[in-house]
Structures are given as structure tokens and as C-alpha cells.
């Protein structure tokens, strides 16, 4: 029974007043001595609380996809098959260099087999059906895990079938579902009739499982030795996927990362740090020091701590990145780093920083998503 179905639901709160009603039945029938008749009816009190609390949860984390599958929640779901030393990728070269691909390396065939995959749909309530799936085995990171993939209504127009299409990763804060932007944000029901009536570029939009360690630890979308390569699970190995099965364009002008919370963290991040890939970065109520995030793992390292920060990354590198990042926040969550990063930005980086008001949730991440894809058509426009 999925977590986030319809029938699991049903059956929590069908729960609720089956425990009131064995509660009522049974109250006066408990026999033995008095401590036993207390222990009992105690019991039967926590019951119906426990029922109550497990629809409440069970409503909250459909309405917000916090937790994709039973594995997320229980912690029992380790996505990482091996941890490779992976080689760096070079500003110059990668995904959107000249004659390179996703992996850094020269896109040849007679070196690298495509990464041809099999999509079926979601199959969850809460997701579009035009929203697939893959399972990706990821041959750099040795990360395996689940795809998100949608595709603008213009890819399977036959006015548009000689035509390569831009690319957004999509990123969830943790603990997140891949499922979430599409669910909760309602990205693609928004941006639909926006990218028809051609006020939205026709993104293809791309949402990898983020949450990798059974330890219910956030890896910080980052390479750490012995531990995962969430970094290059999301810069390589997801976009050689799409580069191998897509009409993509493997320009980095042509591609972009947006996430919120820790995956605003993220977007960033990669965004900074890998403009041979992504021409710009979204980060809605993000951060800038990994240790926001108490469980994150490039927090419990001094080293990591330093070089997984995005505003670092900025300020060290040699040459300012071609990247546009769109930073917004409320005061004391996601603002003042938005504005950190613009301080510290040299051209040809720009920031733009947009104050919001409200709590750290998806009633303030999902009326913005209108405005920042209009943002980013303005810095990835559509191609004639």
C-alpha cells in the first residue's frame, strides 16, 4: 500500500472512529484489579490519540510529498550502490563545453554507450499522469534512483520535432520527494498554458530523488568521499540521462537547477559551481552554510562545511561564472544569503534577490513558480 495513495488514507481515517467506538465498547468491560482497568483504559485513550495523529500526518504529507515511499520514511532505503572516486569536472569542458557531454568527457559514441531508459508513468494520485518516471542506475556517482520527466506540450508538436529543448532540474528540500514539484508546487499544471500561450520557454522539466541515505541524512548534494556522489549524481549523471533519451540542447546556456529549503541550498551550489553545465540557479528560501541543515552531511566536516557553500564558491573562484542566480527569502530565512551572494557577485554573475513573507513552506514556494520561470525565460529565452 503506498504511502501518498488514496487507500492508505481512506484507511487512516477510517481508523479514527473505529478506535472511538472500541474505546467506548470496551471502557466499562475491563475487568481485574484497578491498576490493570487504568493501564487498559489508558490505552485505549493512546490508541485513538495514535489514530488521530497518523491521519493528521498522513493529510500533511500527501499535501506537501515530505516523504515519497515507505523507504523515505522509515529510513530504510539506501540508494547508494558504490562511491567511485570521481574526477572533477573542468569549467572548460563538461556537459555544455565544446564537443563534451554531461560527463566531462568527449561525447563519443564508440567511447560511451548511451543511457537509453524505459519511462512509465508516476502511478501516484497526487501526480500528473503526463509526468514519467525512470529508474537510473548512475554510472559515474554509482548512485541509483528514480527520475522525474516532463515534457512541455510544444516537444511533441510535429511543427517542433527538428527542435532541441531547454532543461530544469528540479530540486526538493529535504527531507523531499522527487515527486513534491510536481505534486505539491503544481510546476507543470502552472507553467502549461504559460509555455502554450509562449509567455513561458518550453522547459523540459527534470526532477531526481534527491534523498540517497538510508541514514535519513541530507548528503548536501555533494561528492563525499566514502559516503555518495550526490554531486555527480545530479550534474552528470542525470543530465547525460536526459542528453541520451531528449531533443535537449547540452548548451549550459540552455540548461538551469532550481530547488527550495535545502534544495534551494543545492541549486545554488551546483549552479556556482558548474557553469559548464547550468547557465542559472534557483534557490527559494535557501541557504548558503550547509550547516542550516542539522542533519546534513557536508556539515559534520570543517572542509566540507566550507567548500559545499555557495557564496565560498563564488568568492574563490578564479574566474567569475557566467551564472544568474535567483535567490528569494524572508528575513532570517533565505534572505540575508540571497543578499550575500549579490554583495560577492562579479560580472558576468548576477543575482537577483526577491523578499517574501511568510513561513518555510509551499504556500509561499508555489504562487512564485509563475514568476521565476518567467525569470528564467528571460535569462534561457525561447529559440526560433
Keep these: 500500500m503506498q504511502l501518498t495513495g488514496t487507500p492508505f488514507l481512506l484507511l487512516t481515517i477510517v481508523l479514527v472512529p473505529i478506535s472511538i467506538v472500541v474505546a467506548l465498547l470496551l471502557w466499562g468491560r475491563v475487568r481485574g484489579p484497578k491498576p490493570v482497568q487504568a493501564v487498559s483504559r489508558i490505552a485505549m485513550l493512546l490508541f485513538c490519540q495514535l489514530t488521530a495523529v497518523l491521519t493528521v500526518f498522513v493529510m500533511v504529507n500527501n499535501a506537501n510529498l515530505i516523504y515519497g515511499s515507505w523507504d523515505d520514511l522509515l529510513g530504510t532505503g539506501n540508494h547508494v550502490r ?50 514519467q518516471t525512470t529508474d537510473l542506475k548512475g554510472a559515474v556517482s554509482g548512485v541509483d534512483g528514480e527520475v522525474l520527466v516532463w515534457l512541455p506540450p510544444q516537444y511533441n508538436d510535429p511543427a517542433f520535432k527538428d527542435k532541441t529543448f531547454p532543461v530544469v532540474e528540479l530540486l526538493p528540500g529535504w527531507p523531499g520527494s522527487s515527486k513534491t ?67 535537449v540542447d547540452a548548451s549550459p546556456d540552455r540548461w538551469a537547477v532550481a530547488g527550495y529549503s ?63 542566480l535567483y535567490v528569494s527569502g524572508n528575513k532570517g530565512d533565505g534572505l540575508e544569503a540571497g543578499e550575500a551572494l549579490k554583495a560577492a557577485a562579479k560580472a558576468p554573475t548576477t543575482v537577483t534577490v526577491q523578499e517574501t513573507s511568510g513561513a518555510h513552506s509551499s504556500d509561499v514556494w508555489k504562487p512564485m513558480v509563475p514568476g521565476v520561470f518567467t525569470w528564467l525565460t528571460g535569462v534561457i529565452p525561447v529559440q526560433h
Excluded at 572548460?92 to 560511451?112: E, I, L, V
Aim: some cysteine; aromatic content about 4%; glycine content about 10%.
Design 82 to 131: 558504490a562511491v567511485p572516486n570521481v574526477q572533477a569536472q573542468t569549467d572548460d569542458g563538461g556537459a555544455g563545453g565544446a564537443g563534451a557531454g554531461a560527463t566531462g568527457q568527449p561525447n563519443n559514441d564508440a567511447q560511451r554507450a548511451k543511457v537509453i531508459q524505459q519511462f512509465k508513468p508516476v502511478g501516484d494520485p497526487k501526480v500528473p499522469n503526463d509526468v
Design 181 to 247: 514539484w510536481f505534486g505539491t508546487l503544481k510546476v507543470s499544471e502552472q507553467l502549461k498554458p504559460m509555455m502554450q500561450s509562449g509567455q513561458v520557454a518550453p522547459f523540459i522539466l527534470v526532477s531526481p530523488r534527491t534523498n540517497l541515505l538510508g541514514d535519513s541524512t541530507d548528503t548536501g548534494c555533494a561528492d563525499v568521499p566514502g559516503k555518495v556522489n550526490a554531486d555527480a549524481w545530479l550534474s552528470r549523471d542525470v543530465p547525460q540521462m536526459v542528453l541520451d533519451n531528449f531533443r
Design 262 to 324: 535545502a534544495g534551494g541550498h543545492c541549486a545554488a551550489k551546483l549552479a556556482v559551481e558548474h557553469p559548464n553545465r547550468y547557465r542559472a540557479g534557483v534557490s527559494l528560501s535557501g541557504y548558503n552554510d550547509p550547516a542550516v541543515e542539522d542533519r546534513s552531511l557536508t556539515a559534520k566536516d570543517p572542509q566540507l562545511r566550507e567548500a559545499a557553500n555557495p557564496l565560498n564558491i563564488l568568492k574563490s573562484a578564479k574566474t567569475p561564472p557566467k551564472t544568474a
